[in-house]
């Protein structure tokens, strides 16, 4: 057990491409830390850096108060858990969860003792003798969770651990992996692309977009106060409407539709509304356009245009919608960001006008 | 040829490795016909049983007779000539040299083999353009390099025969029992090499890097992930190799042998192989040499099928 701490750390492949700038981040003892973000955007590279299998062009690493940066991944004090869970397919199940143990001179009885406790906790108890390749995907993902468990390290590191597993498993694993970790009290860094899983799962978020850090904060606070465009649209499901708006005298102007007093001189500016933070109003607000309905069962997506603009509404299932819609939505749930950079802006929309349900 | 005989058994090696189960097993092919599957194979079946099969069968019968050198008739004598080889003084010292020189080609072939392509692979993971230049050397070298290894351990112009004997050491390849059976070896192993370092390289680029990362958070030093994951997960190209080399060594090596001891006065080492060619070709004892490839096909056959049963069964098919 132990805290995580990453300063100013960078890196740059030979070539020139820089695959991770300049991220700093404290990750607190038994933390579970996700680095989401879309592929490319240096989550994994930065979490092989922590793991050691990648090398640390600049800055450091320190796990548990010692910098890692010159450690082979062995003495690090960390155990990963892989996308393909990188099992040994010539050794039985206990051997994969032993092997590790036994490299580090770990007294055959107590090495007993952890596997039989993993098993355990991972109920793989009848697969000990079996080899991966007679386990099904989710058999073979707690071996690898089993893997990790028994070595008792520092942190754990996940890279994308639950892509290859079907929808429902994922689920499934996604408590399970959740309850280990905080029944362990291990610190964790979980890498994956599923913003879903890592709303579910992270103490924190630390969203990534090019190498650097986009925001980092709890799970809710990102989903409730963006930094940025890029955050608003990565999470959340459907993404967040972004829509050209103006501020121009005192006010807040999207399709010529008085949205509430803002402060601030005349600019264009990036709205953002959540599908759900959107109602209908009889009359007035504003007016969409309907394009597709997408029937989800529980409640539907709406899509359509605001002066040819596309928008997204989440509304419950039920009557028939005409062809144009007026809709309103809280002020507080009116997300201002700059339009060229796609910062938060610090301004906030106050109520004034009828578009306000 | 004379090894023909044996050839069958090395292709059921190959057959046997080709038909591993694989991760993704090859649909089955239906025929609605049971004569079409047939059809497909014959043009194989009769080459089979023209090259391999009938020479077979011709070499077993004709090692229970006693031929006129000048093809006048043949006299059946039971297994005097299987008595006669195994009687024979000299034929057991070459029994012993063919051993010795079968265990020492292969281990130094596949053990050297083994060692460049763990080197080359650690070098070269990663980057195309390099493996590729290095594969194709070894991919071209094969064939030239026997006859290259030959002049190297000439008496009048071999750089190996000038370079010991600056230390003293006078090298008659030829004529020297000793200084021969060393040249046989090395030329045997050193054109083996690249044949094992192209098999054991693209088995190492066969283990996942993933798998190789695991062992690199698991085990801090590198013999021991070397030994308990790499070699592991080699052993099944390591034994088709152990395979290949032994008939290798047995077989194939008789080029090299014979370039090397050709036309050289007597008292050189030679191997089984090359007994049963000098008795039968040059001996004209038709039935002596048939019963002696008999022998080594039984003991071939004898030696693969212990390799199967011993050692192919620890071996793990990923």
């Given at each position: 057990m132990a805290e995580i701490l990453l300063e100013h750390v960078g890196k740059t492949y030979a070539g020139g491409t820089q695959a991770v700038r300049d991220v700093s981040l404290s990750v607190a003892d038994g933390e579970f830390i996700?680095?989401?973000?879309?592929?490319?955007?240096?989550?994994?590279?930065?979490?092989?850096?922590?793991?050691?299998?990648?090398?640390?062009?600049?800055?450091?690493?320190?796990?548990?108060?010692?910098?890692?940066?010159?450690?082979?991944?062995?003495?690090?004090?960390?155990?990963?858990?892989?996308?393909?869970?990188?099992?040994?397919p010539h050794m039985t199940v206990r051997e994969n969860m032993s092997w590790g143990l036994k490299n580090r001179r770990i007294p055959k009885d107590e090495i007993a003792a952890r596997v039989e406790e993993a098993a355990r906790m991972l109920e793989l108890h009848p697969y000990l003798d079996r080899k991966p390749r007679a386990l099904s995907g989710g058999q073979?993902?707690?071996?690898?969770?089993?893997?990790?468990?028994?070595?008792?390290?520092?942190?754990?590191?996940?890279?994308?651990?639950?892509?290859?597993?079907?929808?429902?498993?994922?689920?499934?694993?996604?408590?399970?992996?959740?309850?280990?970790?905080?029944?362990?009290?291990?610190?964790?860094?979980?890498?994956?692309?599923?913003?879903?899983?890592?709303?579910?799962?992270?103490?924190?978020?630390?969203?990534?977009?090019?190498?650097?850090?986009?925001?980092?904060?709890?799970?809710?606070?990102?989903?409730?106060r963006?930094?940025?465009?890029?955050?608003?649209?990565?999470?959340?499901?459907?993404?967040?409407?972004?829509?050209?708006?103006?501020?121009?005298?005192?006010?807040?102007?999207?399709?010529?539709?008085?949205?509430?007093?803002?402060?601030?001189?005349?600019?264009?500016?990036?709205?953002?509304?959540?599908?759900?933070?959107?109602?209908?109003?009889?009359?007035?607000?504003?007016?969409?356009?309907?394009?597709?309905?997408?029937?989800?069962?529980?409640?539907?997506?709406?899509?359509?245009?605001?002066?040819?603009?596309?928008?997204?509404?989440?509304?419950?299932?039920?009557?028939?919608?005409?062809?144009?819609?007026?809709?309103?939505?809280?002020?507080?749930?009116?997300?201002?960001?700059?339009?060229?950079?796609?910062?938060?802006?610090?301004?906030?929309?106050?109520?004034?006008?009828?578009v306000h349900a | 040829m004379t090894a023909s005989p044996l050839v069958p058994a090395r292709l059921a090696a190959v057959r046997r490795w080709m038909a591993r189960p694989a991760a993704h097993p090859a649909k089955l092919a239906q025929f609605d016909r049971p004569l079409a599957p047939w059809l497909f194979v014959a043009p194989q079946l009769l080459i089979v049983a023209i090259f391999f099969y009938w020479p077979s069968v011709q070499a077993v019968t004709s090692s229970f007779y006693l031929e006129d050198p000048f093809g006048f008739g043949a006299a059946f004598v039971g297994l005097d000539n299987y008595r006669d080889a195994l009687a024979s003084n000299e034929y057991r010292h070459i029994a012993g040299f063919t051993a010795l020189f079968a265990a020492t080609v292969t281990a130094l072939s596949l053990g050297l083999g083994l060692l460049l392509a763990v080197k080359a692979d650690a070098v070269?993971?990663?980057?195309?353009?390099?493996?590729?230049?290095?594969?194709?050397?070894?991919?071209?070298?094969?064939?030239?390099?026997?006859?290259?290894?030959?002049?190297?351990?000439?008496?009048?112009?071999?750089?190996?025969?000038?370079?010991?004997?600056?230390?003293?050491?006078?090298?008659?390849?030829?004529i020297d029992y000793q200084d021969t059976a060393l040249a046989l070896i090395t030329v045997a192993v050193w054109k083996q090499i690249p044949y094992n370092f192209i098999f054991f390289l693209s088995g190492l680029q066969a283990v996942p890097s993933s798998v190789r990362e695991a062992a690199l958070i698991d085990a801090r030093s590198g013999w021991r992930r070397f030994r308990d994951v790499t070699l592991p997960l080699l052993a099944p190209t390591g034994f088709f190799l152990l395979v290949i080399n032994i008939t290798y060594a047995l077989f194939d090596t008789f080029g090299i042998i014979d370039v090397m001891v050709k036309d050289k006065p007597a008292n050189n080492p030679i191997t089984l192989v090359y007994k049963v060619y000098l008795d039968g070709f040059k001996g004209n004892d038709i039935g002596g040499s048939s019963a002696q490839s008999v022998i080594l096909m039984v003991v071939v056959a004898a030696l693969t099928v212990a390799q199967?049963?011993?050692?192919?069964?620890?071996?793990?098919?990923?």
């Open positions: 996700v680095l989401v973000g879309p592929s490319g955007c240096g989550k994994s590279t930065l979490l092989r850096m922590v793991a050691g299998l990648e090398d640390i062009t600049t800055g450091t690493v320190t796990i548990g108060g010692r910098v890692v940066n010159r450690l082979e991944p062995a003495e690090r004090d960390i155990a990963m858990v892989f996308q393909n869970y990188a099992l040994y073979r993902q707690r071996v690898a969770m089993g893997r990790a468990i028994v070595r008792q390290p520092a942190a754990f590191l996940f890279d994308e651990p639950l892509s290859n597993l079907d929808a429902k498993l994922r689920v499934t694993m996604r408590g399970e992996i959740r309850k280990l970790q905080k029944r362990l009290g291990t610190t964790a860094l979980y890498v994956t692309h599923d913003q879903l899983e890592a709303m579910t799962l992270a103490d924190r978020l630390v969203v990534l977009n090019g190498g650097k850090i986009e925001q980092v904060g709890r799970p809710l606070d990102v989903y409730h963006p930094a940025s465009t890029f955050v608003a649209a990565f999470i959340g499901a459907p993404a967040m409407n972004l829509l050209d708006a103006r501020i121009e005298a005192g006010h807040l102007w999207l399709a010529g539709v008085d949205l509430g007093r803002v402060e601030g001189e005349a600019r264009a500016v990036t709205l953002g509304i959540r599908a759900e933070d959107l109602q209908l109003l009889p009359t007035g607000g504003l007016p969409l356009r309907i394009d597709v309905i997408e029937e989800l069962g529980a409640g539907r997506v709406v899509h359509g245009f605001v002066d040819d603009q596309p928008l997204c509404v989440s509304l419950p299932s039920g009557a028939e919608l005409p062809a144009q819609l007026h809709l309103g939505a809280a002020p507080e749930a009116l997300h201002l960001f700059d339009a060229i950079t796609g910062k938060r802006l610090p301004q906030s929309v106050h109520s004034s006008a009828k | 070269m993971r990663g980057s195309g353009a390099y493996k590729t230049a290095l594969i194709s050397v070894y991919a071209i070298a094969p064939p030239v390099v026997g006859l290259i290894g030959m002049m190297m351990f000439d008496m009048h112009i071999g750089p190996f025969t000038q370079a010991a004997a600056l230390f003293g050491w006078d090298m008659r390849v030829g199967f049963r011993l050692i192919e069964r620890r071996v793990h098919y990923g």
